[in-house]
């Protein structure tokens, strides 16, 4: 509010853009705010000072030049009581408000706060406009308080700045999207979070044989459970324990599901989204691969975790891409996805090459 009202000539010059000045911009960007408001829901008083103003500044832009003398600047009240009267010659006491200073200075006072406060809330409205129309500019609604005795209250617009497009998305061809480079990223965590991570686990040294065993007995351990139970479900005598035998049977291919899907996942496409034990509090990009050391007979698995930078999202999409599960739409497959927009930014991931492509 400070800013709008302040009488500070030097403020206002410092914020108001004097070298690029062009009335044609000024004008179209009356009509199209004037455009803009008469889609809102609002038709208030204030509302319609406000697209009497627009239709004032479009008529003569050059009013708002701010190289302009305070005293020539911008509209006063009573003009803006005449483009009311001459829209909505019904509007009551509008006369007076054309015809009298103090009745319009009055009125202007009584109105101007509450369209503050509309155009406030209508700031993303009236900016996506200007830019749909080619104006990357920032508006403010304006007034001069005048200063001394015998200068007029003046309003009008006032181009605040040329909106920079970091603040948005960079203007980019969906149908052209970038390739993405994957790099890796730092994991931290528990020793064994570290040590996976950093040497790997050699599935042929003794570290790996009894990983491996440890498996091969717990797949034993369930296919023989898995086993029991079916022949349990088929020699039992009442509803109840077959529903019961058919509950734990439901139990135990969850918990094979938990214990051997990863592992079934990382044999097959030699990655695979690593299990909860060994992902950090927050978050679930942590991945297994398998690699093949040059002259190594067997396997070793790593905990690795990449990263990638969003081309959609641009300067605000560094390290935002994360490798997740394809769902259902990629089922099967590991994607990059984009911290910003999880379902929308789609990348392939292949950790060979190391490369991605847009998917959507
Ligand atoms: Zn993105």
Redesign the pocket.
Known sequence: MAKVTSPDNGEQTSNRLETDWNPDEMALAAQTIERIAADWKDRSRAVQMLQALCGLAAGDPDRLNPDLAAESWGFRATDIGEELRRRWPKIPGVNSWADNPDTAKAKMNEHWPKLKNIWERQKPTIEDGLRAEGLPIEIALYRDEGGGSGNYTKYGFRIDARADSGDSAPDIDLLRVPQVQYRHQDISGNRLVRWMSDRGLYLGGWGGKVFLSVFLLLLIFTVVWSWLVIVAMGASSSAVAFLKLGLIGGLTIVIFYSLFAWQLRLVANRVAVAPMLLQPWAGDDYLLELRKKDGAERNTMYLVRYTAD?P??GEH?KD??RVASGRWEFFGRLVGR????PN??VFSFDQISRKGRFLR
């Open positions: 969003c959609i999202c999409g935002s891409i984009c911290d910003r927009a929308e930014h």
